[in-house]
């Protein structure tokens, strides 16, 4: 078999060819080069070059070669299924053969080659790889174990899962013993491959692994030390995933573990160093964190803290030595990463709070340098030191204060620079602890908003935002009006990363100071709308964010026909330059969305060429995606989020405009849209149509309810709870239509009832979840008691409990309405855990008088049922609080 191939001389010299011209930069060159290869893939034998070449074609140059190999592993990850027998036969022989090249690039170039054959579920289709890989690992030739080595250690990490099942016999068993011997291994390189393979199977608890955990951990404290830096990350490495999966295994080890890791933390190479910092991050994460540190403290403090500050490296790059203003010189575009749109998910506001409660939203990351490198040993510090500060709060202030004093005031600005990064990262953590110095640090952050380095600026941007909360509980003359005034000036600042980070960071100061803000309104629209003139690509996207947020947090005070002049001529004007396939519309349209629930009637003579053209947005993506499903290999699929983001916006207008945006829906085809995206297979479209029909019921349901009968079933089998936020915005969705169909939602209660019922009594349920669900079965109740009541003893109690920190509201309202009414039709579904309705009645601070009729006549009705002295005996029971509330408002 194997002698008969021969390459063809003609056919060798045009792949040669082919090779040597996809090498050139030039584009119009590569097309035609990805032309021929796709027509040369029809020739059965092609591929068999492309081997040929790679393995045999020693007087070729390697880059060639390897290019060779690689064109050949795109081949097998496209087409191996319509490889012939006789030509994947030669290919894998052809690669175990020569695994061993004496060049380390063939040797890779090879060993890809194989991890990719392995994984197109060839591992069973090629039952002498592993043991043939195995063998070579004992050959006394460097090469041969070397490419082994590197192609098991691809495979492992590409096809751990399969390894360890029993698809292949457990081939494992053999393996990782066999790994193991090769940790005392003479090169550093092979020792470094045997630690890297065994590293994949720590996390899954591998058995195999699992059996011989107390020689794998032994042979790593043998290497702790290694001279090879390589070795030493991967031993770093392992112990940070042991930490998580065999904490048992380490424990009576740990005073010296942590002492080892204290020691890499400051290797001289920055990818231990790295990999070592991991370790406090995993730590903080466990629940032996603070028995095991405590006593290491005032070591690691410092460590980390001298890990915060810019390398001399990262100074360069960043050119933090060279103050200068580049707000001029235009993005370059590879650096803007991709946003992903938050999908809307309907939420109730809660008893003092202003707002909606947010999950917790980690916009304050420590993402202040993302231009370097992305995970970095200053973020990973600043991470660990963020986290431990959560676990020890002021213990961990003992050994940061009298640091801070020294970095604070320094007159480096390198070392105050990380000063500022540790004061913000310890915000969450030691806040209490903190209160007493803040009086004098805001003023001192404050100041170095102005500091002559850029990178000093920016730091004192974030690290300021990590204290807005105490900030704005201050007399707003104190703190919030000087700090908002610098951060104005810095969000028009020259350097364009000190404008990113003042935007930033005023979009947290606007978050907590909310309507606090309004008597500067005039003075903010000034800012941005100016800054909407001075910024570069990048900057603007974060610039709509911070005017999203302004919205979000001063509501109905936008709209003012001063503030809406300002406003709404650049959005509008941006709004009309993008295309619409261009990714820039994503936060431009969260952000109208804001505007137009914030400006309410004000939006109306913006809102007809935005709501047409999201409606098109829909329709084009619905296009793509039919095409697309139609014809896979003719058409791409459609980025979605175009869809979901248009979608969201049209609830925002329906929510300003209400019963405004009706002649736009009798206008538009935007229901029989909304039909197919209910149906989408990606659950985020799902979730944002749900909202929509949840805003346009509210808004018109005159054009929605002649589709309900369609509509409710989709909406019965979105009801759930594993994709939350899909179930969440269903749930509201069917109570806002219940509310409008009345009496005619009788023939869909059966449809959803029994799922909503399901769900308000699982365990670990989301809050946000868990209230729409209660309100969504009271507003069914309401209009349907017959039906509801009879299942009143299943959910009375959850219903009860979820409901009774939520603010009283028309949604909290008409789900009272609701209970009340179907306790009359079923009294008996209440008695025992009356106590719970007790409690959420007295929940309410100003119930409508009506209600309050319904809630006084069935705590009436109930004592005077048992009577007197049971009523005392019951009531007994009660906390103090809401036996006096009780007393008080209803006279029981």
Partial sequence: MECAWKPDEQGLQQILQLLKESQSPDTTTQRSVQQKLEQLNQ??????????????????????RSLSGLILKNNVKAHYQNFPNGVSEFIKNECLQNIGDSSPLIRATVGILITTIASKGELQNWPELLPKLCQLLDSEDYNTCEGAFGALQKICEDSAEILDSDMLDRPLNVMIPKFLQFFKHNSPKIRSHAIACVNQFIISRTQALMLHIDPFIENLFALATDEEPEVRKNVCRALVMLLEVRMDRLLPHMHNIIQYMLQRTQDQDENVALEACEFW???????????????????????????????E????????????????????????????????????QHEGSDGIEEEDDDDDD?????????????????????????????????????????????????????GILVLGAIAEGCMQGMIAYLP??????????????????SIACWTLSRYAHWVVSQPPDQYLKPLMTELLKRILDGNKRVQEAACSAFATLEEEACTELVPYLAFILDTLVFAFSKYQHKNLLILYDAIGTLAD????????????????????????????????????????????TALQSGFLPYCEPVYQRCVNLVQKTLAQAMLHQSQPDAYESPDKDFMIVALDLLSGLAEGLGGNIEQLVARSNILTLMYQCMQ?????????????????????????KPCIADFMPILGTNLNPELISVCNNATWAIGEISIQMGADMQPYVAMVLHQLIEIINRPNTPKTLLENTAITIGRLGYVCPQEVAPMLQQFIRPWCTSLRNIRDNEEKDSAFRG???????NPGGVVQDFIFFCDAVASWVNPKDDLRDMFYKILHGFKDQVGEENWCRFSDQFPLPLKERLAAFYGV
């Fill in 313 to 348: 490296i990262d100074i360069i790059l960043l050119k933090g030595d060279v103050e200068e203003e580049d707000e001029a010189i235009p993005d370059n575009e590879q650096d803007i990463r991709p946003r992903f749109h938050r999908s809307r998910t309907v939420a109730q």
């Fill in 366 to 418: 420590l993402d202040d340098d993302d231009t370097i490198s992305d995970w970095n040993l200053r973020k990973c510090s600043a991470a660990a030191l963020d986290v431990l500060a959560n676990v020890f709060r002021d213990e961990l202030l003992l050994h940061i204060l009298p640091l801070l004093k020294e970095l604070l005031f320094h007159q480096e600005w390198v070392v105050k620079e990380s």
């Fill in 440 to 457: 004098e640090l805001i003023p001192h952050l404050v100041q170095c908003l102005s500091d002559k380095k850029a990178l000093v600026r």
């Fill in 553 to 596: 947090s001063v509501g109905h005070h936008l709209n003012k026909p001063e503030y809406i002049q300002m406003l709404m001529p650049p959005l509008i004007q941006k709004w009309n330059q993008l295309k619409d396939e261009d990714k820039d519309l994503f936060p431009l349209l969260e952000c109208l969305s804001s505007v137009a």
């Fill in 43 to 64: 020739y059965p034998d092609f591929n068999n070059y492309l081997i040929f070449v790679l393995t045999k074609l020693k007087s070729e140059d390697e880059p060639t």
């Fill in 819 to 825: 209970i009340c009414t179907m306790i009359t039709v």
């Fill in 281 to 311: 991050l995993t730590l903080a994460e466990q629940p032996v964190c603070k028995d095991v540190l405590s006593g290491h403290l005032a070591q690691l403090t410092p460590v980390l803290v001298n890990g915060m500050r810019y390398s």
């Fill in 680 to 704: 989408d297979k990606m659950p985020e479209v799902r979730q944002s149509s749900f909202a929509l029909l949840g805003d346009l019921t509210k808004a018109c349901f005159q054009h929605v």
